[in-house]
């Protein structure tokens, strides 16, 4: 007898949001954004209500020019407190209530000061000549939630055309975000150009946004490079983050991890949240420089500090997994809420899935549809195989296997790995569907192709089992058992260098007493089944292996027991035990011949 002792786990794991490769909206960092109304204020680690908004005027700034002294006014908002007041583009702020300004950040500081209503005298030179006026400063909020605020394009497009690159820029913004103008990427490249080439680096990145996203311009990574290259060169934190980026994958230039990593790392020690973010990524993934989880964290925390929603959704992850940080499942869920409260899918995905398994908050599956809605209505394909899933098991919903399969597939049709294998589980099944093993291998294929590990087990399945349309084939079944277990093979190489090691989740922890339990009452297909659970959830887990191995093997389930010790063996190779181990195997593999 040789069984196959397998349990079929929950087919979507905790997501860590991916780097982020897409090109920034209003640049961070850049001369036109940290002051200006439409900036996002930085979360504050641990608040639990907001901080208090500053005061602002409604305006962009710039250092002026290095042969003179003030901030230039290079973004003025319609209906803004600066705009009633008078105040115009390209004029160049000196002092507020006669107290001398010469740096953007000096003046959003001194701004930011005064309690919303306040009236100050802003002092100023128009074309060189001294002004003053008074503006009423209002809450950011106010500013941003204003329904008359616009930004004035005439009042940019008078100057731009007469080729003022602030001007340029940020009429070229406007035309790209659609405020104060109708959309027109086309436009806005055009304008960008103007920009560029007169050596405004913000100008740069965004040009090289428009060829990275093909907007406004044909698609060209090589002219997108090119572009965030000029603006990185000059220091543009925007520009390094979006060409690491482009090394990352490989766009427009060779694939380079470790030059992804230099340049995210110039973009990082700027403050820039999206490299800081990224530079995580890398040093929790081991991508151009050593594996390093507690270095993860650290750039994550620098960039979650900032209110970046990915990098909130990351440290939620680090704090899951007990990657560089004591596991602690409250913090997970803390972190996970500030992203989904910003709408980062990642985050609201993710926020689901510890209502859905009780882990920081009560199980609530309710709560864990509602977050699943959240992120698959913004298309956030993990989102929407967890919500199959809730419709699959009637977990907050009706029971609905149409619905699950519906749900399924647009996460399948966007290339989901865990989607397609899903959808290919209900054709397995015929729930939702007719029952059409042909059309279950097709999905299961196209997610084993991509590396995932249940759909090359579910291949093995129906290969070494043939009917249905599915010819069996041996050959086949082996193939796809050997995919499945070189990457088992990969991701224990890396546990066995972790330092320190991650501990054993709760739920496996649990898994283990029911199991040593089982055992004791002498059930051992129960001890089977809650070995296979806890190893579905952690599977760097040894002494789960071998017990299983030796459960299996006394049960003469041999073919499982001996796939059992192979797993134990890749993970624990130099095991006082090893050697008993490895003989052991040999007996089981063949008696799984006979």
Not at 427 to 451: F, I, L, P, S, T
Not at 561 to 570: S, T
Not at 580 to 592: G, V, Y
Request: charged share 20%.
């Amino acid at each position: 007898m040789s069984g196959t002792c397998m349990w079929r786990a929950l087919m979507v794991v905790p997501l860590i949001a991916a780097a982020t490769v897409s090109p920034i909206a209003k640049a961070q960092g850049s001369s036109t954004s940290a002051q200006t109304a439409t900036s996002a204020q930085a979360a504050t680690a641990g608040s639990q209500t907001p901080s208090p908004q500053p005061s602002s005027i409604g305006v962009g700034l710039k250092a002026a020019s290095a042969d003179s002294r003030g901030i230039k006014l290079i973004d003025i908002f319609k209906n803004g407190p600066a705009d009633q007041a008078g105040l115009k583009f390209g004029d160049v702020i000196i002092a507020v209530n006669d107290a001398p300004v010469e740096k953007p950040e000096e003046l959003v500081k001194t701004i930011g000061s005064f309690q919303p209503g306040t009236t100050i005298t802003i002092t100023y030179l128009r074309k060189g000549e001294k002004k003053q006026s008074a503006v009423t400063v209002l809450a950011r909020n106010q500013v941003i939630n204003k329904d008359t605020v616009g930004l004035d394009a005439n009042a940019f497009r008078v100057w731009a055309e007469q080729g003022d690159a602030d001007a340029q820029f940020s009429l070229g913004w406007m035309y790209a975000s659609g405020k104060g103008v109708s959309q027109d990427y086309a436009q806005a490249a055009s304008w960008y150009r103007k920009a560029a080439d007169q050596g405004n680096t913000d100008a740069q990145f965004y040009l090289g946004w428009m060829y990275h996203g093909s907007r406004g311009v044909s698609q060209d990574y090589g002219e997108a490079v090119r572009w965030y290259r000029k603006a990185a060169d000059q220091g543009n934190s925007n520009g390094q983050a979006n060409l690491a980026a482009m090394y990352l994958n490989g766009w427009g230039v060779t694939q380079n991890y470790a030059e992804a990593v230099r340049w995210y790392r110039m973009a990082a020690d700027q403050g820039n949240s999206f490299g800081q973010n990224d530079l995580g990524t890398m040093y929790r993934d081991g991508r151009g420089v050593p594996r390093d989880h507690a270095e993860a964290v650290r750039w994550f925390r620098k960039a979650a500090d900032q209110g970046n929603s990915n990098s909130q959704a990351n440290l939620a992850a680090m704090y899951l997994n007990g990657w560089g940080v004591t596991q602690n499942y409250a913090e997970a869920v803390r972190w996970y809420r500030m992203a989904a409260d910003q709408g980062n899918p990642f985050g609201q995905n993710d926020l689901g899935m510890m209502y859905r398994d009780g882990r920081g908050v009560p199980r609530d599956h309710a709560e864990a549809l509602r977050w699943f809605r959240k992120a698959a209505d913004q298309g956030n394909s993990n989102a929407q195989t967890n919500l199959g899933w809730m419709y699959l098991n009637g977990w907050g919903v009706t029971q609905d296997y149409g619905e699950a399969v519906r749900w399924y597939r647009m996460a399948a049709d966007q290339g989901n790995a865990f989607g397609q294998t899903n959808l290919g589980w209900m054709y397995h099944n015929g729930w939702g569907v007719k029952q059409d093993y042909a059309e279950a291998v097709r999905w299961y294929r196209m997610a084993a192709d991509q590396g995932n590990a249940d759909a090359q087990k579910d291949l093995v399945a129906l290969y070494k089992q043939g009917g249905k349309g599915v010819p069996k084939d041996e050959n086949q079944a082996a193939y796809w058992e050997g995919k499945v277990f070189d990457q088992f093979r990969q991701h224990a190489a890396a546990w066995r260098v972790m330092s320190p090691r991650p501990p054993l989740p709760e739920e496996v922890v649990r898994e283990r007493v029911l199991a040593e339990n089982a055992v004791r009452e002498k059930n051992f297909e129960s001890a089977v089944q809650h070995y296979q659970k806890g190893l579905s959830v952690f599977d760097t887990w040894p002494q789960g292996w071998f017990n299983l191995a030796l459960i299996c093997g006394e049960l003469k389930y041999y073919a499982a027991a001996a796939d059992g010790m192979k797993h134990y063996l890749e993970l624990a190779p130099d095991a006082p035990d090893a050697e008993n181990a490895r003989e052991q195997l040999i007996i089981w593999e063949d008696k799984a011949k006979h």
